[in-house]
């Protein structure tokens, strides 16, 4: 397995100013080795409605700039909230928009869930993933229940993952499977 630097594009379910899970996005961007590059995708919340009659030619272009990012990413890590047991619709746009695309078939994705409960939207985006020929690398499978706690005491839990190698293992883990698939 040779090693090379790592691009992984980091997408967040939530729009909120305070999204623990772009929280738990940030962490790990700050904990990765220094041959890798996290960056947290900041064009969800601009995306048009999905139109398939918008695709092809008449893609617009944030959509065309998401696609290429995506394209660029070694991996993809996702953090994404559960609403009503579902996938929130933003979310779920933002992947109607790469259903039909070649950009993601094949492309390994971890997920970073910073909510004790969400499983139904594990399970949901999982499926969906999967119906995308997404590769869900569940070793690489990141929990941590910061969600709904003050921002102090999130801050002390990521630091405490952060120095029990928690953030970095599963970053590791992830980067090991997307060097030995080349
Ligand atoms: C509209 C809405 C619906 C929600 N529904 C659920 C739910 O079904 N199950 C759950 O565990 N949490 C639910 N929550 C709580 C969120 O998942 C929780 O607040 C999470 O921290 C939000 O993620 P964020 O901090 O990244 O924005 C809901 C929150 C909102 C705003």
């Known amino acids: 397995m040779t090693s090379r630097p790592l691009f992984l594009y980091a997408l967040c379910g939530s729009q909120r100013q305070a999204s623990s899970s772009r929280r738990l996005l940030e962490a ?11 960056e947290i995708c900041d064009l ?4 048009p409605i999905f ?9 617009p272009a944030i ?3 998401f696609a290429a ?21 933003g979310f779920k746009n933002a992947l109607d928009w790469l259903v039909s695309r070649d950009e993601i078939p094949f ?4 997920f970073a869930h910073a909510s ?12 969906v993933l999967r119906t995308m020929s997404l590769r869900i690398v569940l070793e690489a499978f990141l929990r941590l229940p910061i969600a709904g706690k003050s921002d102090e005491t ?9 120095d029990e190698g928690l953030l970095r293992g599963r970053l590791d883990h992830f980067a090991k499977v997307i060097l030995s698939e080349g």
């Open 116 to 127: 004790h409960r969400g499983d139904f939207v594990l399970d949901q985006l999982a499926e």
């Open 154 to 162: 999130q801050a002390a839990l990521l630091v405490q993952a952060r």
């Open 28 to 38: 790990l961007r700050l904990a990765c080795p220094e041959d890798t590059t996290i």
């Open 107 to 110: 492309k390994p994705l971890m």
């Open 44 to 47: 969800i919340g601009d995306l």
């Open 63 to 65: 959509v065309e700039t």
């Open 69 to 89: 990012k995506i394209r660029q990413a070694d991996g993809l890590i996702v953090s994404c909230p559960e609403y009503a047991h579902g996938v929130p619709g």
């Open 51 to 59: 139109n398939p009659d918008h695709e092809g030619e008449r893609t």
